[in-house]
């Protein structure tokens, strides 16, 4: 029998792909059946989600604030009550013990971790945030370490593993990449225009061998690409491909989907044809 905090995910996890409210509300009341503490925890979790607003009525800077801020209250919250944990450091994920966490993302997050076996190295663990296993999120994290598996090339982090910890979490583990943004490493090491340019070739060989596996990356910006140093030379690593996409082929067999009028990437950054939402 499941215990109520187990319940309490996936109600809540169910009821975020209902868009009517009315039959959201309708739907958690059933799957409650009538336990009262159970219908408040998941209402008052879908309150907090629901504070990101409406994207298509405000600016895409805002809104991207507005989801992290709702995320953080969301995780927040669940963590108060005693809800999904995170995993702290000397976790064992299989045979990758968490060391500490480096990263996060919108629906994942980072750590340096050690294999045990069965052989000992260092390595990068991402795995989904407690209390973010939507259908859809799934799905895209899916799609990103299926991404990364397809490319073999010395500027791209490669993936080493994927699983399932024993909660049912997927993770995957790939090289670890201890380096700072592109735009940081060219201005603190005062790189003239050729060296900038030499970096740029890299780059570009490596966002060639993406395409001519069928992958677009979509969010190539400073801090999605990495240098990091090799024998003492720079070495260019791209990073982060949790928005690509995939031309004449499936990442997944699960249905990928970006929403109706969504923009996907960095404004910043984008290429026309994104802004354009025509990728």
Do not use: W
């Not at 910890?165 to 790939?174: E, G, I, L, R």
């Amino acid at each position: 029998m499941k215990s109520t905090g187990s319940s309490e995910k996936a109600i809540f996890l169910e009821a975020l792909d209902i868009e009517s409210a009315e039959q959201r509300g309708a739907f958690v009341e059933e799957a409650c059946r009538g336990i009262a503490s159970l219908l408040a925890s998941v209402s008052a979790l879908l309150r907090e989600h629901e504070k990101v607003g409406n994207p298509v009525d405000t600016p895409i800077v805002s809104t991207n604030e507005r989801i992290k801020s709702a995320i953080h209250e969301t995780t927040s919250f669940v963590s108060r009550n005693g809800g999904f944990s995170h995993h702290a450091p000397g976790t064992m994920i299989g045979p990758y013990k968490l060391m500490e966490q480096i990263g996060e993302g919108g629906f994942g997050l980072v750590y340096v971790a050690d294999q045990q076996s069965p052989i000992r190295r260092r390595v990068a663990l991402k795995i989904i945030k407690p209390g973010m296993e939507s259908r859809e999120v799934l799905t895209r994290f899916d799609a990103e370490r299926q991404a990364i598996a397809l490319m073999d090339h010395p500027n791209i982090a490669r993936v080493f593993d994927a699983g399932v910890t024993a909660s049912s979490q997927p993770y995957f583990v790939m090289e670890l990449v201890r380096g700072v943004p592109l735009t940081d490493y060219c201005d603190s090491h005062q790189l003239d225009v050729a060296e900038r340019l030499h970096l740029f070739v890299d780059i570009c060989n490596a966002v060639q061998h993406a395409h001519q596996k069928g992958i677009i990356h979509r969010d190539l910006k400073p801090s999605n690409i990495l240098l990091t140093l090799q024998d003492g030379h720079p070495l260019v690593k791209i990073i982060d491909f949790g928005v690509a996409k995939a031309i004449g082929q499936s990442l997944t067999i699960k249905t990928l989907y970006t929403r109706f009028a969504s923009m996907v990437g960095t404004p910043a950054y984008m290429s026309p044809e994104q802004a354009g939402m025509s990728t």
